[in-house]
């Protein structure tokens, strides 16, 4: 199917503004790197200054061309470039890469220049990469427009090229994209794109991302960030990538403090809250690794491999102390690392010496190797259902010698239905490498990254996008008047949920001494007093909270002394009254929130409520709204998940009531995301199956 | 200093039994890398199959060779192996290294072999490392007693070094000691000595880590352990590690279920139990990495590099993306990554376009570099006292060209006074290895890695090995009579620790009615009443607890409803009565503990009490017994230490109190290591500064 991008990634011709003879410089490479990466297009280098560059005609300007250009590659001054977009809009020129920098992410006079830039985008509907971009490769199609040294070519040297399958890369960094590129390319790993996206004046990570996912040449999808702008493409790429189950493995940095910091400034770009990036990620099963080696050790494993059927591993080496290394490394992520039955065993253990061990690991020892025992343990294992993976560690140093008959191994991997991952604790040499990629084989060799890959293409395999969230199961009401203050009380914020539909106790807020018999009716003993103020958040610190009050004396005792504590702490506030609530049966303590994220918008949260969350940082974040089915994985997902499971013999907590408020809430504060800017229940008591949740606290932030 | 092992290290003279002609098989690579790295000393074949090998006369016997040896390397099959042993022991052989393998690793009579050979040793006096050992090389001495291909010389290629500084390597895997070696290489740090340490009949990894410790051509060590054998020589060992603050990198497999399964049966080693390991290795500040190139990472960092004064690094790049990235990477560890004094920014400013940044990460761009703006960045950020250490970025591809000016950058670096690490995002080519050692830098490729390496030097330089602990202030008494059954009561625990000088509220132990009134008299109103058995150790789960009891009718009650709940619950239980002991003042709620590692002793662990120790693994381990300074330091090295120090406006604990208390049971615990397993205080309320904690529950396990 065809896509509005082909012909910027495949373009029939290209003109260069700003070519120069001189090689060693940027403007020079981006000729010499089209022409060595064997660009079957027409190339028209342009410069005033030139009349030929290496044997090209040189134009002085794009309109002296006189022919059709797919794409145009300026690396010309900053101020320069305005004007040479706009001849190229008025050549027809469908596509720009700008090389050049000192735009926004130099501030002041520059941004306005970039402004400008998007704005010719939009009017002209010419489509602009950059500028200060790196640009860009398709290896397919033999396009190298960019300056970047990685996709120099040596002559007279094959490339090594193991896997079928290709990776794309998105890069909002040059350097780094191509660094996996050049990392690809020395392990083996086929590449369809690299794109590095610049300032993403017009086109942006999300359109590229795009455009990889429907790419038909690319199989998995390596993503660098440092801050989405185009939000939407990125929203309907990831949705389509899950949908079709294309893996997309992502980068996001600027993590820390100092690393946010250092974002914000590089490129102006939105920065953005990384929890709420990794809730996105997690919505459409994006594989996080914050590792470059990593990153591309899942990406290689992911290209070289089927999808495992479940989580057991076989680990099969050569070295004692290498297979229980390995098997730690798996089994510390959480997979298995099973015993293999006697049958299974008892075959292997005829193909190595007495000393070594068929248990799993499996040790076939130095010897066994020599009489071809590594190779046949793999086969029967491939073969047995007794595990999904294998794993299989030794040392591929050698320049001469294989531990493997390449003739032997190849069939075996090729009828493959589970991934075989190779992992060599020396060094690969050049010769394994080569020697194994004839059978399709990467050799790795970072241990933990093949841990982790193994442990990430176990989660992607059962990775289900989740259903959209059900809209709310009452019809939602106009909230605007419970919204008149930014911060709204307890009472307040209660009352605005149950107007949204949120089930919550009897509760009843009293401003004078003379509602409170009737409240005490209605709400009942015992009961719990709180001063309300949208002034007082914290109402204990204040002695404006009262537990367990048992008799009409004690309420009407209390009910004056939280309005003079109240007085007498915070002379200012508003008070409303206090607020008689019944008290709470037991449950698990949870908070349930929401808030923005000024890239995504509306988040929901779920944590055990109490010291934990703070400490612990056990949270769990997503997109709201999610599905009652998508807050139950939020749960799961909690290192706190045992508490509600009928922890240390207590009763199982009622999860799906839990989880319908997670998605209630959500759905709340997704359809009300322009009005409301947070919503905290905080605790929510869970209590013991089929006996629902009580919100004992809330506070709702207004976004005015 | 001599030592016993230099013979062994540095041999005069080798005797080769079981040499061969055949270079292909694993006996006759041992003569030819012998000799390819330049063995200076002289080398015995002893074979009676040959008059000679390769210009060497072979000798049939030990005894024929007529000569001192101060080496034999043995390597004939196993039921050969004890009768040469003998021959040596009678020719006087100083010490031997048994490569065959086939002994405690299989099992049977095989281990019968192994423990003649150790026997054989301590008769003599003869040192013996292996069997099932891969050797070892001397890379100072030049002697490469091993048939590793990691150590084969490639004719005509200058080997890579960057360091001045060496690492030594003792591994209890030879696949993985010589990968080390191999990587080290690769990297160009330097080595001192690569030691396999085999099935350890007589000679093992403690030993072997002494002789590292010891050794003036070492100066960082890296260490390879599945289980420690030699567990007092290592503790000796790793004490003067500490002392003279020589860093041990210590890798421990065995670390998961499936793992230590397998550890078990490799090398019939004592696994233990990996909590331990990681006690003892954090007493003598030894640095954990579970992964090769991490480990071989902060080697490479320290051997190249003074220890940084503090945590603030300087992030150098000429990649936006990258230095956020690698802000990232140290600042996610930990580490500060300040913004710089606006002098320096100014300064940092001028040596770039005016599109980099200064602010730190430091940004001078592709262009930047051209300039000369990088090394002079570097320069100025090594003088500067706003930094402790600088990690510098860059594409170290290039086979041809160099980002720095070798005769500028050499002198820089010498004089450095702090860490500077590079790093390059792609693929360090041979050639920028081989320009950036002239300076002796290490070109790193693994960010992660070296976010991890920077904060362990920074833990390093600021470690301090703990003071031995103080005895216990009072004299113990003989505790034998509190040890009769294996499992004691509540009541009968807290008699022991009372006895042993544990301080403990006032309770009574009541066995019959008529005890009631004197024990109320004793404890005071509220009381709690808890059934007492050794064979009831969960008293909630009868019955047999009553909390907050305030008057004598109640306690009367209470009594026979707990005596009736146990017998109901437990008919069999023996039942020594009720304790009544004073409702406790409220605390943070701690548990402490002491247990027993079949490696290493006593052990005594900190966590906090009630779901988080479960949920979170939130404990802390150290050999017992501790000082009350140490046990200060477990409780700051716990997640949830702010709990303990005035969280959320909360008073601050009793942390001294705390500590004392721990090294209190920590010295009971190691004294009584014959006698005591486990000791559990389960909760400890630790009270607000000043007053004290409250031991709530206690539980002794003795070791009969």
Redesign the interface.
Known sequence: MPHPLDSFFAPASIALIGASRDHEK?PGRLLSMLRRNEYPGKIYPVNPNYTGIDGLPCHKSIADIGAPIDLAVIIIPARAVLPALEQCAAAGVKNAVIIS???A??GGD?TAMQEAIADLARRTGMRISGP?AEGFLSQVQRVAATFS??VDVKPGQAPLVATARRIGIV??????G??YY??AK?LGVAVSYVVSTGNESDLGAGEFLDYLVQDASTDVILL?I?GIRDVEKFLVAAQRAAEIKKPVIV?K???????E???A???ASMAGWSAAYDAVFAKYGFIVS?????ALTIAAVLAGNPLPKGDRVAVVT????????G??AV??RGL????LSRSIQAEIRTLM???G?A???I?V???GVTSGGLQRSVDLLTASNEVDAILVML?L??EVRMPFKEEELKPVLAAQKKPVVFYS???PSDFARRELAKSGVVVL????HVGVALRQLVDFATFDLPKPAEELRRPAHDLSAFLQSPVLSEADSKALLRAAGIALPEEVLVAEKSGLDDAIARVGFPLVMKIQSPDIPHKS?VGGVRVNVTTKGEVFLAFEQLLNNARRHRPDAAVQGVLLAPMTKKGVEIIVGTMTDKTFGPMVMVGLGG??T???R?VVYRPAPVSAAEAGAMLAAL??A??LNG???AAKADVAALAQLIADISVLAARHAGEIAEIELNPVLVHPEGQGVTIVDALVVGRR
Chains 1, 2 share one sequence.
């Open positions: 940027i920098s000192g735009f992410e130099e520059s200060n040294p990685a890069a909002q960094s040059g350097g780094i191509f660094a050049n990392r020395a660098f440092e980068t940095v600027g993590r820390s403090g100092a690393g910091r250092a974002a400034s590089h490129t914050n590792d470059l080696d990593e050569v070295s004692g102390g290498a297979g229980i290394w098997t730690d089994a510390l298995q690392v099973p015993e010496p007495s000393y061990t248990r799993n690991p040790d020892t130095a010897q040392s140093s050698s604790y020396t060094l060799s970072g241990l933990a610190e010291i934990t703070e400490l612990f056990d290192k706190a045992p508490l922890f240390r013999g």
